[in-house]
């Protein structure tokens, strides 16, 4: 099924990550890439059997990573999913995503807000304030971008959003 999201991943070293996370999007998003930061391992390689939209540009901080890919990309989708090599798309997050676009999204929708679900040794963190911790990284091209800030990264979006129930895993 093609739907009209791209998907920008960042990476620096991910091999041991990247391949579940492109597994966990390839049936949302045909049209994918990869904003690397000069990995020296096979991170780059494993992408391509995903993807051949492979670009590279030095990283400062996550913000300016994430803003520089927003304005530089060549985007022809109405949406933009914003991911990390070390996210999975959880199959509720999958199929509730599949299901809004191929339903028609409202015109006043901008975004969707996505919990990160945090995962430490393969167990969920349920407590402590790690969840349900949403952000915005589905949103429609062109109206959101990352907030400057020198660590992590925090997506701003113009106009109205909705909660998704599915997760992305963290």
Known sequence: MSLPISTIILTYNEQKNIEACLESIKDISD?????????TDDT???????????????????????????????????????????????????????????????????????SRRTEFMGKWIK??????SYHSVLFR???GFCEQRKYDQHFVVD?????LKGDIID
């Open 159 to 163: 106009g109205k959003q909705q909660k």
């Open 127 to 132: 407590h402590g304030g790690h969840y349900p």
């Open 141 to 143: 091209y062109g109206k």
């Open 44 to 114: 780059l390689n494993l992408a391509e059997k995903y993807t051949k939209k492979i670009y590279n540009n030095p990283f400062e901080n996550y913000s300016k990573q994430r803003n520089w890919a927003l304005e530089n990309l060549p985007i022809e989708t109405e949406w933009v999913l914003n991911l990390d090599a070390d996210h999975r798309a959880t199959e509720e997050l999958r199929s509730e995503i599949a299901y809004i676009f191929s339903h028609n999204v409202p015109k006043d929708i901008n975004g969707y807000l996505i």
């Open 31 to 39: 049209n994918i890439f990869v904003v690397d930061s000069g990995s």
